[in-house]
């Protein structure tokens, strides 16, 4: 909690209080003393916010979360006992000073009782005080500690990503050499560009035209690999090329759909990617033309896609079912945002 977020409460706090005085005193039918129902109400909340940064320095000083925490405690008793009586003096003292010097008697009358409530008022605020400061610590740290996980998981899955695609490749390289040295060469060249290109994104999410980017790449690969057996249509609508997605979301599945979708009489595989948006979410789809889903257990790509989906997003899906006629379709539904 910031110095100027108390100095706004104990003033909001204040007003409330001046309020209710206020409403109090009309609703029982009695005329508003401004001296005492204002003005000295006022000024007690008014030397509270002033006394702000010796709170804040006392919470930073004597936690509640240190240990042994009996010593923060005995800390926050002490100070609360001081700056009570300490901060309903000092408003008394403004009060006389720089509003009237009022009649002896009316002046004892209504201190003493507004003393008494002064050093009883200041006490609970300063608790209430302890008590906001330390959920929000509490809660901050509890934030922080679920971001690092987050990134932490989102590391973790990444990297695996990264080996994965690279064998792959490497073993499609592999089947090139013995039957083109030439194409064997340039998808060598390529992976090069496309791993410094993979090892370079550091970010988790990246905008959709740059991930198409990435895919564009690999599927050089691919087609060096295949030739025209490799058919990929990509439908891309131009609204959605700046939508965020994480890095590294299509290249799996687009993998996937080649090792399995290849129809099964000439070996050819067709593959369809649409990109576009419905109902404020961002819509993509891997559609491929071979034998459809078989019940094997998902890949790596797949199982690993869902998971960071999950991650970053909490309420986005990746669904694996049968293309309409014949094939696999990925789905993917996650929140719109650029």
């Known amino acids: 909690m910031r110095t100027s977020r108390l100095v706004a ?5 204040g007003t409330f209080f001046t309020a209710q ?23 007690f909340w008014f030397v509270w916010a002033a006394l702000s940064p010796i709170v804040l320095a006392a919470l930073k000083r004597w936690p509640l979360d240190a240990k042994p925490i009996y010593r923060s405690i005995l800390a926050h ?5 001081v700056l009570a009586p300490l901060e309903t003096i000092l408003a008394f003292g403004l009060h006389f000073v720089f509003v009237r010097p009022p009649d002896p008697g009316v002046w004892i009358r209504r ?30 740290r509890s934030t922080a500690l679920e971001a690092d996980l987050t990134r932490a998981r989102l590391d973790a899955l990444q990297s695996q990503l990264r080996p994965h ?21 340039h998808m060598v060249v390529r992976l090069g560009s496309l791993l410094r290109r993979s090892l370079d994104e550091e970010h988790h999410e990246v905008p959709l035209h740059r991930e198409l980017a990435f895919l564009n790449e690999y599927l050089d690969i691919q087609r060096m690999r295949f030739g025209d057996r490799l058919s990929v249509t990509l439908a891309i609508d131009p609204e959605v090329v700046n939508a965020r997605v994480p890095v590294l979301l299509l290249q799996p ?8 979708g290849a129809s099964d009489d000439d070996g050819t595989a067709t593959i369809f990617v649409r990109a576009a948006r419905d109902n404020g979410r961002l819509c993509l789809t891997v559609e491929d033309r ?9 890949g790596v790509g797949l199982r690993n896609t869902r998971q960071r ?14 293309a309409d006629g014949s094939g696999a379709r990925v789905d993917i539904r996650m929140p719109y945002a650029v």
């Not at 005085?21 to 001296?35: C, D, F, H, K």
């Not at 605020?125 to 906001?132: A, H, L, N, S």
């Not at 695609?165 to 060469?185: H, P």
């Open 309 to 322: 989906l999950r991650t970053l997003y909490g309420d986005a899906t990746l669904d694996l079912r049968h």
């Open 21 to 43: 005085t206020i409403l109090m005193t009309l609703s029982a039918g009695q005329p508003i003393n401004v001296e005492w129902n204002v003005v000295q109400e006022f000024l």
């Open 77 to 81: 008793v002490g100070i609360a006992a």
């Open 9 to 13: 409460l104990s003033l909001g706090v």
């Open 253 to 260: 599945i687009v993998e996937n759909a080649i090792k399995h």
């Open 165 to 185: 695609f690279l064998f792959n490749t490497l073993n499609a390289i592999s089947v090139l050499t013995a039957e083109d040295a030439d194409k064997a060469r």
């Open 290 to 298: 071979g034998p459809g889903p078989s019940n094997a257990p998902e």
């Open 111 to 140: 201190t003493v009782p507004n003393l008494v409530w002064g050093v009883f008022m200041g006490a609970f605020f300063y608790w209430v005080v302890v008590g906001v400061y330390t959920a929000l610590q509490y809660r901050a």
